[in-house]
């Protein structure tokens, strides 16, 4: 896994010493649910989703550049891994930020990072982002990153929040991407 960098960002592997770091925005009951997993609730918590979930390839601690602390995470998924069950040829992005980042537009800039790698480094044809009902923030984000909106799953239960929740999904072909590209 390659370390990604933007303008403001450093985007690497995680590390079990971000543990404090990460437990210090995840823990916030205003990023994990929204997003559709469960606020942290221990320096431990954070350390076994470092090893376990954050371990994924393609997974990367969201860092500011002045100090290389992780304040949030994003990912491109591939093929069958995603919650998606997608083709080789497709993934999915997910992504979120601790609150005191908020409206500084550093997800989009880590995202646009991630669809640049998704397309030019990992030949994907199709990239995918969703967010619930309600997550405005996570719908702007991927307006401004070119997604757009292919459909709808009402009502599905979703497992690690143990709910029923309404799914907006999004999406980026290879092709729109470059047009967009081209026009900037």
Known sequence: MNKLETKRLLLRRWRE??????YE??????????????????????????????AAD???AVCLKENNKAIGCAAIT????????????EGEI?????????????IPEAVRELIRRGFEELHLKK???GYFEGNTKSRRVQ????????????????????DIRTEHMTCLTREDWERQQSKT
């Not at 010493?17 to 990460?22: F, I």
């Not at 925005?25 to 376990?52: F, L, Q």
């Not at 997910?94 to 550093?106: K, R, T």
Request: overall charge negative; hydrophobic content about 35%; aromatic content about 14%.
């Open 17 to 22: 010493a971000d543990a404090e770091s990460l």
């Open 25 to 54: 925005y995840a823990k916030s009951p205003e990023v994990g649910p929204v997003a559709g997993w469960p606020a942290h609730t221990s320096i431990e918590n954070s350390r076994e989703i470092i090893r376990t979930v954050f």
């Open 58 to 60: 393609e997974t990367y």
């Open 78 to 89: 591939v093929g069958a891994e995603s919650n998606l069950k997608l083709p080789e040829t």
């Open 94 to 106: 997910g992504y979120w930020i601790g609150v005191p980042f908020w409206g500084q537009g550093l």
């Open 127 to 129: 990239l995918w982002c």
């Open 143 to 162: 307006e401004k990153c070119g997604f757009i909106y292919h459909h709808t799953n009402k009502d599905m239960h979703w497992e690690l929040m143990d």
